[in-house]
């Protein structure tokens, strides 16, 4: 069996590449078209968010995978599978369908994913959980966000919609 160390990496490059290609081209200039609401960080804020979701995502899968197997190991595994899968998703919503409406939906069921996810945490390793708590808290915000950029493009809002 693969290292932990390695199958960490391997499994957040991989969902890092996905992310990009769902993204696609355009991404900064996608952002560009777009009316920012107030309390919007700049292109290279978001940027910064990403990275920080990257070393957070690491450490709770790396946590996770040298952990003994049980159901709740198991439970946390799969949905911070799901939660890297979903973050990429959320980008292609966002980026290549142009879905404002869409984007902003996906972001809050996938803040559910990862609410479930916190709450496994807690349970099963509290510094997992410690560790994730930020990400979590920051989705409030993102949630926020994706609210009020879709409230504040409505023509853009249709482009995908």
């Known amino acids: 069996m693969m290292h932990p160390l390695v199958l960490t990496l391997a499994i957040c490059a991989v969902a890092a590449a996905l992310e990009g290609v769902l993204a696609g081209q355009g991404v900064k200039q996608r952002f560009a078209q777009l009316r920012m609401p107030l309390l ?13 979701y990257y070393v957070i995502c690491f450490v709770v899968l790396y946590r996770l ?25 959320w980008n292609y919503l966002f980026f290549r369908l142009r879905s404002l409406r869409l984007s902003f ?11 479930g996810l916190l709450i496994v945490l807690y349970k099963l ?15 409030l915000y ?15 809002a249709r482009e995908g919609d």
Do not use: C, Q
């Open 40 to 52: 919007s960080p700049p292109f290279e804020i978001w940027i910064i968010i990403g990275i920080a």
């Open 65 to 89: 995978l040298v952990l003994p197997p049980t159901k709740l190991h198991t439970a946390a595994l799969g949905l911070i599978l799901i939660v890297l899968l979903a973050n990429a998703f």
């Open 105 to 115: 939906i996906a972001g809050v069921l996938y803040s559910l994913i990862a609410l």
């Open 125 to 139: 390793d509290r510094i997992g959980a410690w560790v994730f708590l930020p990400y979590a808290v920051y989705l």
């Open 142 to 156: 993102a949630n926020w966000w994706g609210y009020a950029l879709w409230r504040t493009n409505p023509m853009a």
